[in-house]
């Protein structure tokens, strides 16, 4: 493998922009060959965030790089449960959980975010609001 492949900046790949905010893959099959998870770096302009959302058959880790926000992950009987997080907060969403964030903050909020196994984000795709933003973007 390349040795750029792997050392990853966010700005050196393509990202998955949305209404919400963007998700740069720096992990994933296509960009480095990861097999057995993917992950990346979530943007979340101040007062956004993605509505709540799972990944059948997938667990997720969310690390809170900077800013503040709202994370609700759903319990074993599918009850919501919300608390406030900010820098240095790991949130654990487990195997098709539904969860999702809110920056609450006044400065932007990013996140990094892990997929085990692969592939959950790809699905993103199809969401109305996708655009594939060029590297830099």
Known sequence: MAKDAYFIYP????????????????????VNCANRFSGGVVDLPSGKG????????AEEIIF?????????????NGNPITTKVGPGC???????RFH???????????????YSPAGPELA????????LLPPGS
């Open 11 to 30: 700005k050196d790949v393509s990202a998955f922009g949305f209404d919400w905010g963007k998700l740069s893959l720096t992990v994933a099959p296509e």
């Open 50 to 57: 993605h509505a709540r959302h799972n990944h059948p058959g």
């Open 64 to 76: 809170v790089i900077s800013g503040e926000g709202e994370q609700m992950v759903e319990d074993e």
């Open 90 to 96: 790991t949130v654990y969403v487990p195997e098709s």
């Open 100 to 114: 999702s964030t809110k920056n609450t903050g006044a400065e932007p909020m990013q996140l990094f975010v892990v």
């Open 124 to 131: 993103l795709r199809e969401l109305p609001d996708f655009r």
